[in-house]
């Protein structure tokens, strides 16, 4: 089965730090996602990567970056956390191609305070 | 700008009723549409999924309708059982690279 490893299932850091999610993927995934879900507003894409060193923004990247490094891995990164920040943060990986079906992470709550 | 609007956000049946989630699309360069369920604690994963060429489709208990002239999709889910109390997401996207726009989900609870 693929595997979808979040670093984090609870995280909770102060406002003005800076944040990494980790995700990790062991199914040689072309593509990685970072999606935030917020209750009532569904999942929504920060970030995305087809390869590696590769990277584009989504719907909501203001406030995040991202790495890949490795192919089976991809960093989210929140520069300088911000209560409004704090929500549930999703990893999905997928092969390349078209309709592929996309493999999630369990998640990680960030709390920021 | 909400892409994907999905309703209700919350849905109570009772169990052997069937359950209907219904989502509508702006973007007439969708060309995929997928359902995730999601259960508490866990990310969502791809329940069915349709492409336009077809009207419907269906796997055991769950079947898509698809109508592409009014832009809208539902799920129905026959003989609900507890078990399927979940979150349900639709979904869409087009072209290559699987970047999916979700809807904000619908709370499905199954009861006795």
């Known amino acids: 089965d693929v595997k979808v490893t979040q670093s984090s299932r609870y995280l909770v850091k102060r406002t003005g730090e800076k944040v990494f999610l980790e995700c990790v993927q062991d199914?040689?995934?072309?593509?990685m996602f970072w999606y935030r879900q917020d209750p009532g507003l569904g999942l929504r894409l920060i970030y995305f990567?087809?390869?590696?060193?590769?990277?584009e923004k989504g719907d909501i990247p203001e406030g995040y970056s991202v790495s890949r490094e490795k192919k089976e891995r991809f960093s989210l990164i929140l520069e300088s956390a911000s209560t409004n920040q704090t929500s549930m943060y999703l990893c999905?990986?997928?092969?390349?191609?078209?309709?592929?079906?996309?493999?999630f992470g369990s998640g990680t709550q960030l709390s920021v305070l | 700008q909400q892409q994907v609007k999905q309703s209700p956000q919350s849905l109570i049946v009772q169990k052997g009723g069937i359950s209907i989630i219904n989502c509508a699309y702006e973007?007439?360069?969708?060309?995929?549409f997928p359902w995730y369920q999601q259960f508490p604690g866990k990310g969502p994963a791809l329940l069915i999924a349709?492409?336009?060429?077809?009207s419907e489709k269906k796997e055991g208990r769950f079947t898509i309708s698809f109508n592409k002239s009014a832009k809208q999709f539902s799920l129905h889910i026959m003989d609900s059982q507890p078990g399927d109390s979940a979150t349900y997401f639709c979904a869409a996207s087009k072209g290559r690279g699987n970047k999916l726009t979700f809807g904000t989900g619908t709370q499905l609870k199954v009861e006795l």
């Open positions: 990567s087809y390869d590696v060193k590769m990277k």
């Open positions: 199914m040689d995934h072309e593509n």
């Open positions: 973007n007439t360069a969708f060309d995929y």
């Open positions: 349709i492409r336009p060429d077809v």
């Open positions: 999905a990986s997928s092969h390349g191609g078209t309709n592929e079906k996309l493999f």
